[in-house]
């Protein structure tokens, strides 16, 4: 009770089963993910609606530069590979991110809801494998682009319902939350190129969130600019 304050058991037996620290590690890993995915939105100069945002499909040098900073970009078709990393895996020669050298070892990696087999939801993505997370990121730019489709059903259907999206900007743009209508999109990372930096490439960031969404950290720093 003095660590707390709500346990009122007055007596404690010790638990004799060998294997119950192995439980109960085991159960606890079920509420835990290795499995990310996030949005990534390109948002050129002067674009402040929904359908202007889903609509870009050019890439500029600085937003392709950021996406390599993100992960790796993989084909999609016949996506798989090593899901904890195989640092002694031969890559792929073709550029999909499998590992060619334990290929029936190893299971699938996370796709993020992408289609692996038909192509339906691009050709290429972007995909980063961090301290044994997951992480597949939708990419407003690489998901199918429909013509005469104002809102884009293919590219929201991904990014509106994930629940962190990144949005990179090439200059400064106002942004706010509520210029995507989503139930679950609820914070976004807002990503500046730093313009005429001697120090290489710099991006500023700030974070932005519904108005239910609580107060949340890490703090960013003061100024929030980092190195690429």
């Known amino acids: 009770q003095l660590v707390c304050e709500d346990v009122n058991v007055d007596r404690f037996y010790p638990v ?15 509420v835990l993910s290795n499995h990310f995915k996030f949005g990534v939105i390109y948002q050129k100069l002067g674009q402040t609606s929904e359908e202007e945002l889903f609509g870009t499909t050019e890439e500029s040098p600085a937003f392709a530069e950021f ?20 640092r002694g895996g031969r890559k792929d020669p073709r550029g999909q991110g499998a590992c060619v050298t334990h290929p029936r070892t ?6 993020g ?3 692996v087999t038909h192509g339906q939801t691009g050709s290429e993505s972007v995909y980063c494998h961090f301290r044994d997370k997951e992480i597949m990121f939708h990419v407003s730019t690489k998901l199918p682009y429909t013509e005469g489709d104002a809102q884009q059903l293919q590219r929201k259907r991904h990014i509106g319902n994930d629940i962190v999206a990144i949005v990179f900007q090439d200059e400064n743009t106002p942004f706010v939350p509520d210029m995507i209508a989503s139930n679950f999109l609820h914070a976004f990372v807002v990503v500046q190129l730093e313009q005429g930096g001697t120090q290489g490439t710099l991006y500023k960031v700030s974070v932005t969130a519904r108005d239910d969404v609580p107060f949340f950290g890490p703090p960013l720093p003061d100024p929030a600019v980092f190195r690429k």
Do not use: N, T, W
Not at 72 to 81: A, E, I, N, S, T
């Open 67 to 86: 996406l390599d900073v993100l992960g790796q970009r993989v084909q999609l078709r016949d996506f798989k590979g090593c899901v904890r990393g195989c």
């Open 113 to 115: 809801g992408l289609d």
């Open 16 to 30: 004799l089963y060998p294997k119950a620290s192995r439980l109960i590690l085991a159960f606890d890993e079920h």
């Open 106 to 111: 190893h299971p699938r990696r996370f796709r």
